[in-house]
């Protein structure tokens, strides 16, 4: 059960302030003020860590939180990669060949999971079956997370590690959200 006073504890706070942060980073990289960008998108990405510590030392967890800081971060992160996207920071070029299709397939795939995992987890709570994080999930997040910082910062050598974090990321993100479905059919009744 959510109640109202799930909306005030500091975890769920925090998970919120990763989606305000959301206008921030895009404004700041938009107008080139990277390393501000790289910054305030890092302090979200922390957050992402301390909430979820906060909420287990203090016993601050709630079903609000197990939904909120998922979508927090798969918010954040889609919109930071649609932004860079968009001002052309995630071109891959690799000399003698056009690369210019793999920036907007990598955002693709990536949005196309995170909807598949989110469908997962919604049917998941229709059956009664409550679908937590698991550590490919996390660890994805994390990889995502240091991308878009490097990419961010607009310098070499991050930029280029930040490309290569995001194809890895990628990677990730699909053997998850295997996982997940794995994970899904087999909790199923039969």
Do not use: C, H
Not at 69 to 81: G, Y
Not at 100 to 110: D, F
Not at 117 to 135: W, Y
Request: aromatic share 14%.
């Amino acid at each position: 059960m959510i109640r109202r006073s799930d909306f005030y504890l500091i975890p769920n706070i925090m998970s919120v302030s990763r989606i305000i942060a959301i206008p921030i980073v895009s404004t700041l990289a938009y107008f080139e003020w990277n390393l501000w960008a790289a910054f305030v998108f890092a302090i979200a990405g922390l957050s992402d860590y301390v909430d979820g510590w906060v909420a287990r030392r203090y016993g601050y967890e709630s079903k609000l939180g197990m939904l909120l800081d998922p979508l927090a971060d798969k918010i954040i992160v889609l919109s930071v990669m649609v932004m860079l996207l968009f001002l052309g920071r995630l071109e891959i070029q690799i000399e003698g060949w056009d690369m210019r299709w793999l920036a907007p397939l990598l955002v693709i795939v990536t949005v196309g999971r995170e909807i598949a995992v989110t469908g997962l987890r919604s049917m998941a709570s229709s059956e009664g079956i409550m679908m937590p994080a698991d550590q490919g999930g996390k660890i994805k997040t994390w990889i995502q997370f240091f991308a878009m910082i490097f990419v961010l910062i607009y310098q070499e050598p991050w930029l280029g590690i930040g490309r290569i974090l995001l194809i890895v990321s990628v990677i990730a993100a699909l053997w998850s959200g295997i996982r997940y479905l794995i994970w899904f059919v087999r909790k199923l009744p039969e």
